[in-house]
């Protein structure tokens, strides 16, 4: 019996420590009246202005407020308190991996009044030791890849150096494949290798499963991180899938590599009456998102088609 509730106590204790991670985004921030005391018990809301979903929370003893693992994208906070008018700040940009922390200085104003902040006036404070490289989606879709494989988006962060299609490489001097890799927080690494499990080259190089850079809202590498990421001394790297919002989105895509658009080799001369050997590939496919039902559900669907090279 004694075995049974000491067990249960460290899931416990496993599950609060889980609670800390932060794969996606963060808001938090301290509420305080003109005269500096803190303000506790003040409702605080944060609405995700793709899809109106609301995050609701209630500052504590401290006046301290917190919205861990939340979508990323850009948010509305409002803080009601007692005896003070709304205060509101607008576009703030919760960033995967990062922490926003919002100083609230609630005023005496009159009470029907609301107060109006743009978050881009804020200092946007740091409240941990985590060095953090995130690439937005567009730049992600945007940067020129190798058979548009996600894994090559290391090579852009401080202190990778080596090869970086598949995930070989090392991390701040670091052994090579010394890094942890996730997907929205879970585990997304190849038990033998320790490399990326998707996109990774199966039978015949062909992977067994591919990831649509069109499906990656957020790509981030995080070093000097908390004790929760732990698990490799490399560091994480972790990628945000998108999310449907209330407004119908969509692209469709084609990317075609061949031996035509490519110079001349000065290694190379094949000889008279010969061409170049064939070198293509193509990658095309589509995504679309939306909501299923405005400011409740929503859908995102992703597919990427093509053909290896021959």
Known sequence: MKRLVLAILVLLSLGVAANAQTFRGAINGTVTDPSGSVVPNAAVKATEIATG????????SEGQFSFQDIPLGFYKVSVTASGFPVYAVDRVEVVAGSIYTLQVKLTLQQQSATV?????????????QTQNMTIASDVVQDVPLNGRDFTQLVATAPGYGGYSVGGFGSLNGTRPNQ???????????????????????????????????????????????????????????????????????GSL??????????????????????KA???????????????IRKDKAFYLVSRMLGSPPP
């Open 116 to 128: 109006e902040v743009s978050a881009a006036a804020l200092t946007l404070d740091t409240t941990t």
């Open 179 to 249: 890094m942890n890799w996730q997907i929205d927080g879970v585990d997304n690494n190849d038990f033998w290798h320790n490399i990326p499990a998707v996109n990774q080259g199966g039978v015949s190089g062909i992977a067994g499963v591919v990831l649509p850079i069109d499906s990656i809202e957020e790509f981030s590498s995080q070093t000097q991180s908390g004790a929760e990421a732990g698990r490799n001394a490399g560091g994480t790297v972790n990628l945000v899938t998108k999310s449907g919002g209330n407004t119908l989105h």
């Open 253 to 274: 895509y084609y990317y075609n590599r061949n031996e035509f658009y490519s110079a001349k080799s000065p290694f190379f001369t094949p000889a008279p009456g010969t």
């Open 53 to 60: 979903i609301d995050h609701n929370g209630v500052t504590t």
């Open 277 to 291: 050997p064939p070198l293509r590939n193509q990658n095309y496919g589509f995504q679309v998102n939306g909501p």
